[in-house]
């Protein structure tokens, strides 16, 4: 059985995971608006993804014989500066993701819940895949700097992913 603590802090990070997903919609729509369908894509299979890591979470809370409650998601920004900056923001956004779950990493820790630590330990790789992908894109996004012609170069190997 869940503790309610653990079960309160893992119901907040599915809203979390959810915001995530719905910060990357957002990401999407921006690039469809730029004509920039690689990226938009890109940012369209991480929404999918958080999608699957709020699910994950929410079976987890089950299979333990917790209740999900679920919560207000937050609205996410609907325009942003550039393509570099949205970059920023992902990266940015990852590690604050990474410290979110080792906050429930350590909580699970202190209360000796071994079943959620082994189960947290899947997020903590995961976060490491997230923060390489956002550092490698940013820094390419970075290289074609105001280069339209490269921008659009970058955006067409993007149109493959997920496929
Ligand atoms: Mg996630």
Do not use: C
Not at 2 to 25: G, H, P, R, W
């Amino acid at each position: 059985m869940i503790s309610q603590t653990m079960q309160d802090a893992i119901n907040a990070q599915i809203k979390n995971e959810f915001y995530s997903a719905y910060l990357y919609l957002s990401m999407s729509a921006y690039f469809e608006s730029l004509n920039m369908p690689g990226s938009a894509k890109w940012m369209r299979t991480q929404f999918g993804e958080e999608q699957t890591h709020a699910l994950k979470m929410f079976d987890f809370i089950n299979d333990r014989g917790g209740r999900v409650m679920l919560q207000a998601i937050d609205l996410p920004p609907s325009t942003f500066a550039s393509p570099v900056a949205v970059w920023e923001m992902v990266l940015e956004h990852e590690r604050k993701v990474t410290g979110l779950i080792y906050q429930l990493y350590a909580q699970a820790v202190k209360e000796n819940d071994y079943a959620a630590q082994t189960f947290l330990a899947w997020f903590i790789n995961e976060q490491v895949e997230e923060e390489k992908n956002a550092s490698l894109m940013l820094e390419r996004f970075k290289q074609a700097g105001g280069n339209a012609g490269t921008l659009l170069l970058f955006d067409g190997h993007f149109t493959k992913r997920g496929e």
